[in-house]
C-alpha cells in the first residue's frame, strides 16, 4: 500500500519525500554548502561534530581529518582551528598514530616501505613516519620474513625451485622487505627444503 502524504498539511513528508529521490551525491553537495555558509561558533562546531564522528569510528591522522573537513565545505581556518582543539587534548597525535599503524602492518607482515607509503597516504608527516618505522629493526623484519615464508612455503609442495623463489621474493616484496632480506630468506628457506627432501 502507498501512503500518500499532503505536503500543504505534512510538510515534513515532503522532506522526506526529496530526501529520497536525491543521490548522495546531491545531498553531500548540499551539505558542503550548508557548512560552507556557516560562520563563527556554529561552523566550528559542525566542524567538529565531523571530526569526532570520524574518530569515533576509526582513529585518524591530523591530514586525514584536515581532508575531510575541507571536502565537506569548511573554511580552511575552521579546519585548523577544530584539529588544534583536538590535538590539544589529545584526540590527534600522529606520532602515536603512525606508530600504532607500523605495529598493525608489521603483526600482518608488511614493513618498510609499503608501510611508509601508506603512512604518507594518510598524510603523515616524514618526521612521524621515521620514528614510527625505527620501531621494527632489521633483526625484526628478518625474523618476520622467514615466519612467512616458512608458512607460505607449506603449501607449496611439488612447485619446483625457480617458481617457488620468484613466488616467496614477490609476497616479500609486496609487503615491503628489502631485496636482500628477500633473496636471503628465501633461499635459506628454499635450502632447507631441499635438504628434507633429500632426507
Known amino acids: ?36 555558509a556557516l560562520t563563527g561558533a556554529a561552523a566550528v562546531e559542525a566542524a567538529r561534530e565531523v571530526a569526532l564522528r570520524r574518530l569515533d569510528a576509526r582513529s585518524c591522522s591530523r591530514g586525514e581529518l584536515r581532508q575531510l573537513i575541507l571536502r565537506r565545505g569548511f573554511a580552511p581556518s575552521v579546519a ?57 629493526g632489521r633483526d625484526d623484519q628478518y625474523a618476520r620474513a622467514e615466519a612467512l615464508v616458512a608458512a607460505r612455503l607449506r603449501s607449496m609442495r611439488g612447485i619446483g625451485r625457480d617458481a617457488a623463489f620468484r613466488r616467496l621474493t614477490a609476497m616479500l616484496a609486496r609487503k615491503g622487505y628489502p631485496g636482500d632480506v628477500c633473496v636471503s630468506v628465501v633461499t635459506e628457506a628454499l635450502n632447507g627444503r631441499d635438504a628434507e627432501d633429500l632426507a
Open 80 to 136: 585548523e582551528d577544530v584539529l588544534d582543539r583536538l590535538e590539544r587534548v589529545g584526540l590527534i597525535d600522529d606520532t602515536a598514530y603512525a606508530a600504532a599503524l607500523v605495529r598493525d602492518r608489521f603483526r600482518s607482515g608488511k614493513v618498510g616501505q609499503a608501510v611508509a607509503e601508506e603512512l604518507r597516504r594518510r598524510d603523515v608527516g616524514d618526521g612521524d613516519i621515521a620514528r614510527a618505522m625505527a620501531q621494527v
Open 1 to 36: 500500500m502507498v501512503r500518500y502524504v499532503d505536503p500543504e498539511t505534512h510538510p515534513e513528508g515532503q522532506e522526506e519525500a526529496d530526501r529520497r529521490r536525491t543521490t548522495p551525491g546531491e545531498r553531500l553537495a548540499r551539505a558542503r554548502e550548508r557548512n560552507a
